[in-house]
Each structure stands twice: as C-alpha cells, then as structure tokens.
C-alpha cells in the first residue's frame, strides 16, 4: 500500500515526507483493518516529525487522527463489522494512519454517523478525547466546585472541543484566550461567553469582565510562558490542566495558589495500560452529540489527496501555532 513515511527526525525547512510503498499493516486480533479516507493533522504530529527516528533501514509512519471504513475484522474485535464507518484515534508506538489503510485496536474507536463526512469526522478525535480528558479526566463531567473555566489557546482543536464540550454538558462559564480577530470571533461562535487577549493583561481583562475567580484553567498553548498569569487568575485550590508540551513548568505561582495540575496526553492509556475502551466510549459520545446539533465538526482547513504537498502544507499551518480549528487531508 502506499503510505507517507520518513527516516530520520527533521525540521520543517528539510521536510522529507514522502510517498512510498509499504508493507500492509498487520492485525493483531483485537484490532480493525481500516481504509483510510481523511485523517486529521496535530500540532504533536509535527512535533514527533522533529524527534523520532526509524529503527536503522525502518521508516516512520506518523498519524493518529483518521476517519475510514472497516475493511477487515481482528477475532477479538467486538462491535463492527466489514464496511463500518469508523474514526479514531491508534496507538503512537505503531504505525499511524498517514496510509492507505490502518491496523487500529477496536477500543478506540466509534461508528460516525451518517450525517457526518470523513473529513468532519477526522477532525474531532484528538482534539475532542484531549479535551474531553482536560476538562472531565476519566469522569462524566466536571469536578464538584467547578464552574467558571479559561480555556488559554480557545481557537485551536483543543480549545474549540473544550468549549463545545462545556457549553453542551455543563453550566459553566466558559473564558477563551484569542489573540487576533479570526480567533475572537471563532471563539465566540463556539460558544465562549467571554474572550481575552492572551498577549496583554489576561487578569485585568478578566476583572473588567466581572470574572474575578476561575476554578479550572485549560491550558492548550505556552502554558510555561504563562503560568505567571495563569495561576494569578486561579482562586485558591483551583485547577490547572496543561495538554501542550512547552517546556519545564514553574511551579512556584502553582503553589501560591494550592492549585492542582493535571496533565493530559491522549496515549496515556495506551502507554500506561489504561481502560482503552472509554476512548471509544468517549468518541461515540462525541459522535451522539453532533447528531444531537449540540457539537460541531471543525474541520476548516481541508486539502485534497494525501501526499508530500499536502503533508507540508499541513505541517506548516500547524507549526505556526496560528491554526483555528482543523486541518484534514482526504484521501
Ligand atoms: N495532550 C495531548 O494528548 C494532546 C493532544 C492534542 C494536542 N495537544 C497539544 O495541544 C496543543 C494545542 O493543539 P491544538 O491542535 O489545539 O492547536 P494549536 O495549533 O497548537 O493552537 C492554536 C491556537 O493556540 C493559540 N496560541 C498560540 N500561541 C499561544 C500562546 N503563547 N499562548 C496562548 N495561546 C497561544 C493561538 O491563538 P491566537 O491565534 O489567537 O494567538 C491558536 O489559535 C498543542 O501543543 C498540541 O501539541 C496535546
């Protein structure tokens, strides 16, 4: 099959993606056989791309986003058969679904429904499980004594899916940070009730909102260029929730606070041998509230054909921390 893979870590400058043929991917018994048809592109994934090099003579297929059809069905893999619609998101020590096809343990994924394309369907996964374990953790919603949250980085995937999330399920007051025109009003269609700067003075623009307490902050972006700002609009024992990986973390204006941290990462359960079927539990939920008109797809970028084009233009948006919503690639 064909599949974009790579060899060595390397920037953007010397991207090095390319179209190749590969191996099929082999099932293990729980696992689906999936046709790829959109996958969704993540700020990590470029990341990765920066770091992770193949096993001498291997390659790196990178991608744990996608939207497909079931092809072939593992002996353990319970619920779907040949033909499902299907999204998920995989495991980051296998190959990802920058691919014709995706060997993908049935527990992390859910059926899309019929009202929703490849495309839309590609653009929920990562962000919506991300937020969904930021704001709710392995719950089915919010800690008692939590009802007024900033969500740092409201546009992107995780901020958009955070706020969705929180307007649909909850009562809360939800805060979004937005830098720039677009992202304001993006973040307000989403369902923000109040949006500030995150380039100026977030705890003044907050007390002039009449927000003087937050309970929980989501922090998706330069969560260690902004912990100062960020622990001065907690009350005490708040929370902070960090998804972004931005360097080492003072924890020092943290506990001034008493605050709790919570980190996220979409793999934890892979990695630490977790319940994988609460993501797909998680994602059919996702896929419910779509068809319920209560959370919107946010695909807003979308490029036609996976190839090395495509790939580097993906890549480009998402290194430039500027991406509003989701970029997918369909294949
Ligand atoms: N833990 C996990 O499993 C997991 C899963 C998915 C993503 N992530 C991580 O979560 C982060 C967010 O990803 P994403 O896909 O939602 O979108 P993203 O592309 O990283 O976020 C874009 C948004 O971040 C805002 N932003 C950029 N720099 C900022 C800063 N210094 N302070 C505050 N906001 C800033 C921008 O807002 P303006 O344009 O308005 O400035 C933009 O709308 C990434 O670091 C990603 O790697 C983690």
């Known amino acids: 099959m064909k599949a974009l893979a790579y060899e060595k870590a390397h920037s953007l400058d010397a991207f090095a993606v390319e179209l190749v043929d590969t191996a099929e991917p082999r099932l293990r018994d729980a696992d689906?056989?999936?046709?790829?048809?959109?996958?969704?592109?993540?700020?990590?994934?470029?990341?990765?791309?920066?770091?992770?090099?193949a096993e001498p003579g291997g390659r790196v297929i990178l991608g744990w986003e996608f939207a497909g059809v079931v092809q072939a069905v593992g002996p353990e893999a319970t619920g779907f058969a040949v033909g499902d619609r299907v999204m998920g998101t995989g495991d980051m020590a296998r190959d990802g679904a920058w691919a014709e096809r995706l060997a993908v343990d049935h527990r992390v994924v859910a059926r899309i429904p019929d009202e929703l394309s490849f495309a839309d369907a590609a653009s929920l996964p990562i962000g919506g499980l991300t937020a969904w374990e930021a704001l709710f953790r392995d719950q089915e919603g919010l800690t008692a004594g939590i009802d007024r949250v900033?969500?740092?980085?409201?546009?992107?995937?995780?901020?958009?899916?955070?706020?969705?999330?929180?307007?649909?399920r909850t009562s809360a007051l939800v805060v979004s940070t937005a830098?720039?025109?677009?992202?304001?009003?993006?973040?307000?269609?989403?369902?923000?009730?109040?949006?500030?700067?995150?380039?100026?003075?977030?705890?003044?623009?907050l007390r002039a909102a009449g927000v003087d307490?937050?309970?929980?902050?989501?922090?998706?972006?330069?969560?260690?260029?902004?912990?100062?700002?960020?622990?001065?609009?907690?009350?005490?024992?708040?929370?902070?929730?960090?998804?972004?990986?931005?360097?080492?973390?003072?924890?020092?204006?943290?506990?001034?606070?008493?605050?709790?941290?919570?980190?996220?990462?979409?793999?934890?359960?892979?990695?630490?041998?977790?319940?994988?079927?609460?993501?797909?539990?998680?994602?059919?939920?996702?896929?419910?509230?779509?068809?319920?008109?209560?959370?919107?797809?946010?695909?807003?970028?979308?490029?036609?054909?996976?190839?090395?084009?495509?790939?580097?233009?993906?890549?480009?948006?998402a290194e430039s921390r500027r991406t509003i919503g989701k970029t997918v690639i369909t294949l």
């Open 150 to 168: 900033l969500i740092v980085g409201g546009a992107g995937s995780v901020g958009t899916l955070a706020t969705q999330l929180l307007k649909s």
């Open 32 to 53: 689906l056989l999936v046709g790829i048809r959109a996958v969704g592109i993540n700020p990590g994934e470029a990341m990765i791309r920066q770091m992770r090099t």
């Open 213 to 317: 307490r937050i309970d929980l902050v989501v922090s998706t972006s330069g969560t260690a260029g902004n912990v100062g700002w960020i622990a001065e609009t907690l009350r005490p024992f708040g929370h902070l929730a960090a998804v972004d990986l931005s360097g080492p973390v003072d924890l020092g204006p943290l506990i001034a606070k008493s605050a709790s941290l919570h980190t996220e990462t979409v793999f934890s359960r892979f990695l630490a041998g977790g319940d994988l079927a609460a993501q797909g539990k998680v994602l059919t939920e996702l896929a419910s509230d779509v068809v319920a008109g209560r959370l919107r797809p946010i695909a807003t970028t979308v490029l036609d054909g996976l190839n090395a084009g495509t790939m580097r233009a993906a890549h480009e948006l």
């Open 179 to 205: 830098s720039r025109p677009e992202s304001r009003e993006w973040s307000t269609r989403m369902g923000a009730d109040v949006v500030v700067d995150h380039t100026g003075d977030v705890p003044g623009q």
